[in-house]
C-alpha cells in the first residue's frame, strides 16, 4: 500500500526559504514526484528524485534518501506567486499516489 | 501543442443520471488515470490503464467505471452517481510507468451531484 505524509500549511515572507517535509511508505517505490498546484487549476510538475541526493532546478530543490523513506522540497527566493498547493507523489507499483498537499503562503 | 483534455470542465447533474467524463491526450502516451481531488484527502487514483485495453483499479474505484479503446482516450464513466462523487476531477498521461516520464494533467472537471 501506499502512506504519504506532509505538512498541511506552511507560511514564509517573500524572498525567503522555505522546506516541505514529505514521508512515505511505499511497495515497489521507483520515484518520488513534486508538484505544484494553483487554486483551480492542474497539476505542474516541478522535480523528479528516484536516487538519494539533491536535485537543483533554479530556485526549486528537492532531496530523497530512500533509506529513510523521506524527501524535501526547497524553494528558495520566494515570489508572491510561490503561493500553491505542493504535492508530493510517490510512485510504486503501477500507480502514483499523492499526500494531501502542502499549501504554502507567501507574505510581502 | 502537447496537451491532456477533459470536458466537460464543469457538470451539475442529479443523482442516478448516467455521466461521461471525457480525456484525450495527443502525446501519444502509453499510461494513463484518472484521481479525484476532496479537501484534506489530496489526489486519489480511481483507475489506471498501462495501455489499450489495460485497465485496473486505482484506490477509489467504487461507482465508477472506464475504457481505453483507443490509446488517445480514456473516459471516465458514472452509471449512477451519487452525492458522495461530488469532486474535482482530474485526468493524467505519462509516457509509460516505470521511468522518469512526469505526469501531465487535464484541466479538471469540477462535478456536483444533486
Known amino acids: 500500500g501506499q502512506n504519504i505524509d506532509q505538512p498541511t500549511e506552511m507560511t514564509a515572507t517573500e524572498g525567503a526559504i522555505v522546506q516541505i517535509n514529505c514521508t512515505y511508505q511505499t511497495s515497489g517505490f521507483n520515484g518520488l514526484f513534486w508538484y505544484q498546484q494553483h487554486a483551480g487549476e492542474a497539476p505542474t510538475f516541478l522535480s523528479y528524485?528516484?536516487?538519494?541526493g539533491l536535485e537543483e532546478k533554479g530556485r526549486f530543490s528537492s532531496f530523497l534518501s530512500r533509506s529513510k523513506g523521506y524527501s524535501y522540497l526547497l524553494l528558495k527566493e520566494l515570489q508572491m506567486k510561490d503561493s500553491a498547493s505542493y504535492l508530493c507523489?510517490?510512485?510504486?507499483?503501477?500507480?502514483?499516489?499523492f499526500g494531501a498537499g502542502t499549501t504554502v503562503t507567501v507574505r510581502a | 501543442e502537447a496537451q491532456v483534455t477533459q470536458n466537460p470542465r464543469y457538470l451539475i447533474t442529479v443523482t442516478g443520471k448516467k455521466l461521461t467524463v471525457t480525456c484525450s491526450q495527443n502525446?501519444?502516451?502509453?499510461?494513463m488515470s484518472w484521481y479525484r481531488q476532496d479537501p484534506g484527502l489530496g489526489l486519489r487514483q480511481i483507475y489506471y490503464?498501462?495501455?489499450?485495453?489495460?485497465?485496473d483499479k486505482g484506490d477509489v474505484p467504487e461507482g465508477y467505471k472506464v475504457s481505453r479503446k483507443e490509446k488517445r482516450n480514456f473516459p471516465l464513466i458514472l452509471e449512477s452517481p451519487s452525492p458522495n462523487q461530488t469532486s474535482l476531477y482530474f485526468c493524467?498521461?505519462?509516457?509509460?510507468?516505470?521511468?522518469?516520464?512526469?505526469?501531465?494533467f487535464g484541466q479538471g472537471t469540477r462535478l456536483t451531484v444533486v
Open positions: 490503464s498501462m495501455n489499450v485495453e489495460v485497465t
Open positions: 507523489a510517490a510512485r510504486g507499483d503501477y500507480k502514483l499516489s
Open positions: 502525446m501519444n502516451h502509453e499510461y
Open positions: 528524485n528516484v536516487l538519494d
Open positions: 493524467a498521461s505519462s509516457l509509460r510507468q516505470g521511468m522518469n516520464t512526469e505526469a501531465f
